[in-house]
């Protein structure tokens, strides 16, 4: 059985321009729903990458004291989402989560973290990601960025067609995937790497799906978690 996933790395240094103005002067991230998510699922360490109102951000976190934080400093210009992780791999595992800041979800009776690390199986998988049915999704509307087998396999989408799942911002990934990588690139290249060599899996997330990167999509977000949080 593999061993639990220890480390975390939250993409959050982005520059928050959909989201404003509630961005003008605050931080566009819900850091405190994810980290609240990795203390959870007994994940001991998270790196948090900043650069839009990155002095903001840190001073919120320096209060936490669940899960360890390290701070990924991206002030002098962005990386993108795998130039980002690449730049925190010091401060991560060999095996670690990797969590978008503007994707949250309600929980069904377990955590979808911990069901993550239930399902990782690291001789057949180089990522595992969370996806979401996009028929039941807050605040998504395009046409599935993955199709999935019955053996949990993802491809892309074909020309013209509607996929079931939208990524739903987190998963598991091999640090070894990231060796030889450029300084700034997206992790869009690592899924297509690993889909070349069948090695991206899926899970379906057990529970509500709020993809929040606009103002109306809050107000999506907040009415869902009404609905389904006692």
Not at 63 to 86: F, H, M, N, T
Not at 100 to 128: F, H, K, T, Y
Not at 156 to 185: C, D, H, N, Q, S
Request: aromatic share 6%; hydrophobic share 45%.
């Amino acid at each position: 059985m593999p061993a639990p996933v220890d480390s975390a790395m939250l993409l959050a240094a982005g520059l928050g321009t959909r989201m404003r103005p509630l961005t003008d002067h605050r931080p566009k991230p819900m850091i405190d729903i994810l980290l609240d998510k990795l203390a959870g699922a007994g994940v001991s360490r998270a790196v948090v990458n900043v650069h839009y109102l990155a002095d903001v951000l840190e001073t919120h976190l320096a209060q936490r004291q669940r899960p360890a934080i390290a701070i990924s400093d991206e002030r002098a210009g962005l990386l993108d989402s795998g130039g980002g992780v690449l730049k925190a791999l010091p401060k991560l595992g060999e095996t670690f989560f990797v969590l978008n800041a503007d994707a949250i979800w309600v929980d069904g009776p377990r955590s979808n973290l911990a069901l993550l690390m239930e399902a990782w199986r690291p001789q057949e998988m180089d990522i595992l990601l969370l996806l979401a049915p996009t028929t039941t999704s807050v605040g998504w509307g395009n046409r599935g960025d993955f199709a999935m087998d019955q053996a949990g396999r993802l491809r892309r989408p074909r020309a013209g067609e509607v996929t079931p799942f939208a990524y739903a911002g987190a998963g598991i990934w091999k640090r070894e995937l990231f060796a030889g990588m450029p300084e700034r690139f997206s992790l869009n290249r690592l899924f297509d790497e690993a889909i070349a060599r069948q090695r991206l899996f899926g899970l379906r997330l057990d529970g509500w799906w709020m993809h929040v990167g606009t103002p109306a999509a809050v107000d999506e977000a907040n009415a869902c978690i009404a609905d389904h949080v006692l």
